[in-house]
């Protein structure tokens, strides 16, 4: 795959962002498929006892339900089962996310001039819980399309991510943070480019939420 140029602003952005709100964070570049599925193997299998909470942040090419390493690719799904209530047990009960930014296919969002709002609905927890609870899955585009990224200034959706991060952390609910993520990738941004029938494209981030309870990220340290 080619060389994701800007990437490295993303990277920046998104390790002072996360350090800001008390996470330890790890870093790894121009990882193989398998170092990445022993980095989160790894982590997966870490003390989470004193932890509140887990993010991971993918930068990559990807596709349809795949990320890329330097080697080829691999299904998200086998990255993330560490994770899962049955093999973290550390982690269960504990939100778990996950901010993706790869393409999802090649499909280009041609935009429209309708807009659309969407609430929130809180569900109960038992005590025994699904293995697949409190998992965040935070796309930078809808299933099918392509994921924008500009060389200079980083990728649409985690500029947009770090910035509503850092303004709303300690004040706004999670969910209510990733709809101001959309809102600012879907209206702020239009693609601008010299190869025919790419310029004047939009992207809307899509995030999949099986949490089971309102999380506030704490206040910037």
């Not at 209530?85 to 778990?96: A, I, Q």
């Not at 585009?141 to 500009?150: C, D, K, L, Q, V």
Request: charged share 25%.
């Amino acid at each position: 795959m080619t060389a994701r140029n800007g990437t490295d602003l993303d990277a920046a952005a998104a390790m002072k962002t996360f350090s800001e709100m008390g996470y330890k964070v790890q870093f790894a570049n121009d990882q193989t498929v398998k170092e990445m599925k022993q980095l989160l193997c790894n982590a997966s299998k870490t003390d989470h006892s004193q932890n509140a909470s887990f993010a991971c942040v993918l930068l990559s090419h990807g596709d349809d339900g795949v990320i890329y390493g330097i080697d080829g690719c691999e299904q998200l799904e086998e990255l993330i089962k560490h994770f899962k209530g049955d093999r973290c047990r550390g982690l269960v009960g504990k939100p778990k996310l996950f901010f993706i930014q790869a393409c999802r296919g090649s499909g280009l969002d041609e935009g429209s001039c309708i807009e659309a709002d969407s609430v929130d609905a809180q569900s109960s927890s038992s005590e025994r819980i699904p293995v697949e609870a409190d998992f965040l899955y935070a796309y930078s585009t809808a299933p099918g399309y392509y994921s924008w990224r500009n060389q200079s200034n980083g990728s649409w959706f985690m500029q947009s991510l770090c910035e509503m991060l850092q303004r709303f952390s300690g004040e706004l609910e999670l969910m209510q943070i990733m709809t101001r993520v959309n809102r600012k990738v879907a209206l702020h941004f239009e693609s601008s480019s010299n190869l025919p029938g790419y310029s004047g494209k939009k992207q809307i981030p899509c995030i999949v939420s099986m949490l089971t309870k309102d999380f506030y990220f704490p206040k910037k340290i």
